[in-house]
């Protein structure tokens, strides 16, 4: 099978186009044909060396799957060949997804969304899995609760406003200012422009010094520090994103605070409640750009480095076969 390879951490060039055998399902895995992928900022963060020593070299990254089951392991007991599937690889255990074919345990893939092309659902496992592990699993987010997405037009950013919206929350999001019709239309009640506005004070302005009950975290920076400034009282802060350096949390004691860090997980359940969403038309993928296989280094361009088009927002996905 081709597969888009790493040989060394750095820039996006680095991706190789090789031939490499195709795996063979395990007990309880399915062999998957590759349709489609994307591109997320973990897979430009693995392929830069932030992550190396979770990582053996030569490797195969990227973390999403939308494709069909060719083959059944023995002892898969809720999947059959022909089944269209998507799902989140193990993140840093085995090949991942920039590849013809892929192996994967049946307790982590689901069924792919019925009224979605295998591209369109190829943007969704990763982010919008994340996006429900922030706000169900670990914020339980409540109707008419007040909600802080930072970086709106992001690939997670927007999954989020979604489920947030369908949960019947009051969703606040920062983006730039080019941005702000497409995050109103997506369903946000209120957009701040992070470049010409403080966010502090929008959101003290907006919500009368209350503050709102849940912010969520995908940029880093000072956000922890300075969310404590802006929660309402026992209010909740989730973050995807690596501690750089310490951060005072003190304005946050005040408040009685709650913090959750999160790292994804992959599971069959919280894909299926995303695959409800979708076919109830309350979770849009955003697709923008989509590339080849050969296109890797390009498409990882573009999402790190909004190389030709700085005002790019959504997904990338990368078409594997037809």
Not at 129 to 149: D, F, H, P, Y
Not at 168 to 174: E, K, L, M, Q, R
Request: aromatic share 8%; glycine share 10%.
């Amino acid at each position: 099978m081709k597969a888009a390879i790493l040989k060394e951490f750095g820039p996006a060039e680095n991706f190789e186009i090789v031939d490499v055998p195709t795996p063979k399902p395990g007990f309880r895995e399915v062999l998957v044909k590759v349709f489609a992928t994307s591109v997320n900022p973990l897979d430009y963060q693995v392929r830069r060396g932030d992550y190396k020593n979770e990582l053996t070299l030569p490797v195969i990254t990227g973390h999403d799957v939308s494709g069909e089951i060719v083959e059944v392991g023995q002892g898969v007991e809720n999947f059959k060949i022909g089944n269209q599937v998507y799902y989140t690889p193990e993140i840093f255990k085995g090949q991942g997804s920039y590849a013809q074919y892929h192996c994967a345990h049946e307790s982590i893939i689901a069924l792919k969304p019925r009224n979605l092309s295998h591209l369109e659902a190829a943007t969704l496992p990763l982010a919008a899995g994340t996006a429900w592990e922030m706000l169900v699993t670990r914020a339980q987010l409540k109707i008419n609760q007040s909600i802080l997405i930072h970086g709106g037009a992001g690939g997670v950013g927007i999954p989020t406003i979604q489920i947030a919206k369908a949960m019947g929350a009051i969703v606040f999001t920062t983006a730039r200012k080019v941005h702000h019709r497409f995050l109103l239309e997506l369903g946000a009640d209120h957009v701040i422009d992070y470049e010409n506005e403080n966010y502090i004070d929008a959101i003290q302005q907006l919500t009368g010094g209350k503050g709102v009950d849940v912010i969520i975290d995908t940029l880093g920076g000072n956000t922890l520090s300075d969310s404590g400034l802006i929660l309402s009282q026992m209010g909740q802060v989730v973050t995807v994103v690596d501690i750089e350096k310490p951060q005072n949390l003190i304005h946050a004691w005040g408040k009685n605070a709650t913090y959750h860090f999160v790292f994804t997980r992959q599971n069959r359940n919280k894909l299926d409640e995303i695959t409800k969403l979708v076919e109830t038309n309350k979770l849009k993928p955003v697709l923008n750009k989509v590339f080849s296989l050969s296109e890797m280094s390009k498409a990882h361009s573009l999402l790190e480095n909004k190389t030709g088009d700085k005002n790019f927002y959504g997904k990338i996905g990368i078409e594997i076969d037809k």
